[in-house]
């Protein structure tokens, strides 16, 4: 039989290199579209894995990809995180919406199933979780970069769907909520405070903590986007991808803390000081999961301590991961001199 065959925008990244160790593992032949290399530890696979380092706002060069017998198209790559928005907002609007047109034609002339990442960021800040699929977006000034991501990720699920009515393209929007796990960027909060924990530097908490957030392990995002990809009753649907288990932002660092053995406290900051005094973070962040659970049969099965259990394991046999620099213009990376026994710029709670 011929294998199956997938082909992954972003597939070098941190969600996408976990959905193609899936694909490798289920038989998959896999494509992978990514300017950047694989990480160090996704190196093993990398024979079995054609690599296509193109960036998905390149028009041209997306139409030179071969696209026979694929059946696929997982469209992952984006410019993700709060420092890429503030730093770079025209490079996140871009990736986003001329890539995921380019991406768009390309599973137009492959006649593949295209599964589009999205994000629980598109519902903004609006005060009334949990958030169902159809739930309002509530967003605020254009002068503010931060929505920036926001906007261009709504505007490629108008793209995607305006696709499936004028095409017939059959595809299907995953929003993911707060997905963490091994060799995630150290720009969020369990990966950011793994991080800095293992180089002894402490941990970073913004505007006191009580913000909410549902941490969604990798794995079990990877096998909704995977149920999403072989599913025809998604066709045409938008579902959020999450665990709806709240916890406050302290109580995830204070785990990320216990299952290091670290006593290191918080550095306290506010986001505001941090982001700049149009920031605004969102205080609660909560999906509604029950429209996944009746399409794919999905729901979240790893629960936060387990995840992070796993990922500090991960995180303690690949020292390659801490010895990296954290992202630079991120509050709380190179610039600080906040070691767990030195000097504090903001003040200790
Ligand atoms: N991680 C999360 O918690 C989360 C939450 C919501 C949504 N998402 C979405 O999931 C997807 C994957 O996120 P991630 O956390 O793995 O991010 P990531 O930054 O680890 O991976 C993104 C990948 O996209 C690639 N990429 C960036 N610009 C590109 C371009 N112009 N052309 C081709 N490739 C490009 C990068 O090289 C990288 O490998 C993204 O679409 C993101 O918006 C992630």
């Known amino acids: 039989m011929t294998p199956r065959r997938s082909l992954v925008t972003g597939g070098f990244g941190f969600i996408g290199g ?38 998905v706002r390149d028009a041209e060069a997306l139409r030179l990809v071969d696209v026979t017998g694929v059946d696929e198209v ?22 986003s919406v001329l890539g995921t047109r380019n991406v768009l034609d390309l ?42 991501y926001s906007s261009s990720k709504a505007v490629a699920e108008h793209l995607a769907l305006a696709y499936a009515h004028r095409f017939g393209l059959r595809l299907s929007i995953v929003r993911y909520f707060n997905v963490y796990g091994p060799r995630q960027r150290p720009a969020y909060v369990i990966s950011r405070t793994l991080h800095r924990l293992l180089r002894g530097e402490r941990p970073l908490l913004y505007d006191g903590g009580e913000q909410t957030r549902c941490f969604t392990y990798v794995d079990d995002a990877v096998e909704a986007t995977l149920l999403t990809g072989g599913s025809g009753a998604a066709d045409g649907e938008v579902l959020n991808i999450g665990s709806d288990q709240e916890w406050t932002m302290a109580e995830a660092v204070d785990l990320v803390r216990s ?39 999905w729901r979240w099965g790893v629960p936060l301590g387990a995840g992070v259990a796993r990922t500090v394991a991960w995180a303690h046999r690949s ?31």
């Open 107 to 148: 599973a137009r002339r492959a006649r593949a199933k295209l599964v589009l990442a999205s994000t629980s960021e598109v519902y903004g800040k609006n005060p009334v979780a949990p958030w169902a699929e159809d739930a309002d977006r509530v967003l605020g000034s254009t002068a503010a970069d931060r929505w920036s």
């Open 18 to 55: 976990h959905l193609v160790e899936r694909l490798l593992r289920r038989g998959d032949d896999v494509v992978v579209v990514d300017p950047a290399p694989a990480p160090p530890d996704l190196r093993d696979d990398r024979a079995a894995v054609r690599h296509v380092p193109c960036d």
């Open 319 to 349: 020292p390659w991961w801490a010895a990296a620099e954290p992202p630079g213009g991120c509050p709380g990376g190179n610039a600080e001199t906040n070691r767990a026994t030195g000097r504090t710029d903001g003040h200790v709670r």
């Open 259 to 297: 299952a290091v053995g670290s006593d290191a406290e918080p550095v306290v900051l506010r986001t505001r000081s941090a982001f700049g005094e149009a920031y605004e973070d969102i205080p609660r962040r909560v999906p509604d999961v029950s429209k996944a659970r009746r399409i794919l049969g």
């Open 74 to 95: 997982y469209h992952l790559s984006s410019l993700v995180g709060v420092d890429r928005y503030l730093s770079d907002p025209l490079d996140v609007v871009d990736t």
